[in-house]
């Protein structure tokens, strides 16, 4: 079972930059793949970037502005958003595979033109 707690949601605007945490139990050392879907209203949810102890991978929607990455210390990953649109208004959820896939609460992102 893995745990997943997310943070850092809010309301920016256009150009701003926000940066969302997720906070796995146990330790994200057990966990192959983490990464951060989300799913904007009347969207179906989408990958947006992934890590794994070799990589990252990003949508394409969102290279060169957001940047995932970890830090073991505090089993903690970031999806760090910079050069915000209003297209990127959604529901966050961050994600980690450990044989099966387990989900976040989700955080919201809101970004005014």
């Known amino acids: 079972q893995v745990q997943l707690v997310e943070s850092g949601g809010g309301l920016v605007q256009a150009g701003g930059s926000l940066r969302l945490s997720c906070a796995a139990s146990p330790s994200i050392f057990s966990i192959n793949v983490m990464g951060w879907y989300r799913q904007a209203p009347g969207k179906q949810r989408e990958l947006v970037a992934t890590?794994?102890?070799?990589?990252?991978n990003y949508a394409d929607s969102v290279k060169g502005r957001f940047t995932i990455s970890r830090e073991y210390a505090k089993s903690t990953v970031y999806l760090q958003m910079n050069n915000l649109k209003p297209e990127d208004t959604a529901v966050y959820y961050c994600?980690?595979?450990?044989?099966?896939?387990?989900w976040g609460q989700g955080t919201q992102v809101t970004v005014s033109s």
């Open positions: 994600t980690a595979r450990r044989g099966a896939l387990y």
């Open positions: 890590i794994t102890s070799a990589n990252t």
